[in-house]
C-alpha cells in the first residue's frame, strides 16, 4: 500500500513562492500519476496540478496555470509543486494524492485512492 507524505507548506506574503514536497514513504510512487489537490473550509476539495507515470505529462487547474509547476524526481521518490506567484486566494490545505497510473485519473479526485494527511499554506496579504 502506498503512503504519500506532503511537507513544505508555510505562511508567505503575496506574490511570494514556496515548494511542496510529496514523497512516498513506505513504498515508491514510481508507478502512480500523482495529483495535488486543495480544500479551504467550507468549500469543495479542488485538483490543482498532477504528472503522470507514463509519460511525465502534466496538467493544471485553469487558476494555477502559469504559476505552479509540477514534478517528478523519481531518484527521490518525490513529486513537487513549485509555486509562484501566490495570492491570498491560494491560502488553503494542500493534499497530494496517488492513483495508479493505468487509472489515468488527471485531476478526477476521486480517481485517487492514496491520501497524504495535507500541507497548509497561508499567503498574507
Known amino acids: 500500500q502506498v503512503q504519500v507524505v506532503e511537507s513544505g507548506g508555510g505562511l508567505v506574503q503575496s506574490g511570494g513562492s514556496l515548494r511542496l514536497s510529496c514523497v512516498g514513504s513506505?513504498?515508491?510512487?514510481?508507478?502512480?500519476?500523482i495529483g495535488w489537490f486543495r480544500q479551504v473550509p467550507g468549500k469543495e476539495r479542488e485538483g490543482v496540478a498532477c504528472i503522470r507515470r507514463q509519460d511525465g505529462s502534466t496538467e493544471y487547474a485553469d487558476s494555477v496555470k502559469g504559476r505552479f509547476t509540477i514534478s517528478r524526481d523519481s531518484a527521490k521518490n518525490a513529486v513537487y509543486l513549485q509555486m509562484t506567484s501566490l495570492n491570498v486566494e491560494d491560502t488553503a490545505v494542500y493534499y497530494c494524492?496517488?492513483?495508479?497510473?493505468?487509472?489515468?485519473?488527471?485531476?478526477?479526485?476521486?480517481?485517487?485512492?492514496?491520501w497524504g494527511q495535507g500541507t497548509q499554506v497561508t499567503v498574507s496579504s
Open positions: 494524492a496517488a492513483a495508479p497510473w493505468w487509472i489515468s485519473a488527471a485531476l478526477n479526485q476521486s480517481a485517487y485512492d492514496y
Open positions: 513506505r513504498s515508491s510512487i514510481e508507478y502512480f500519476d
